[in-house]
């Protein structure tokens, strides 16, 4: 069993900063990719950026590139979720979740375990 809870979201200014963070519970969290998703109503789940077990291999979606930085803490089972310069489209549920494979992948269905979701609101 693999258990993501996610922290850190809640309601920031255009142009504010929030980190997000996952624990994840698990023997296995070391070896698997993990990443975050977005989703607002009525849209599918977006990805936001996927980090390699080792952390040495990171992938964003274009659109977040230079604003958003994924990291992790192998030692603290954690993994983290820096934005910066939110701005109000970022609104959103952000999910951290656990993919199946050990290669950054960037589709839902590639990820087996998914955190409840943590809301990140940016006012305008």
């Known amino acids: 069993q693999v258990l993501l809870v996610e922290s850190g979201g809640g309601l920031v200014q255009a142009g504010g900063s929030l980190r997000l963070s996952c624990a994840v519970s698990g023997r296995t969290f070391s070896n698997f990719v993990l990443g975050w998703f977005r989703q607002t109503p009525g849209k599918e789940r977006e990805f936001v950026a996927g980090?390699?077990?080792?952390?040495?291999?990171?992938h964003y979606t274009d659109s977040l590139k230079g604003r958003f930085t994924i990291s992790r803490d192998n030692a603290k089972n954690t993994v983290y979720l820096q934005m910066n310069s939110l701005k109000p489209e970022d609104t959103a549920a952000y999910y951290c979740?656990?993919?199946?494979?050990?290669?950054?992948?960037?589709?839902?269905?590639?990820?087996?375990?998914w955190g409840q979701g943590t809301q990140v609101t940016v006012s305008s």
């Open positions: 979740a656990r993919a199946r494979s050990i290669i950054v992948v960037t589709s839902p269905t590639d990820y087996d375990y």
């Open positions: 980090i390699s077990w080792r952390g040495d291999s990171t």
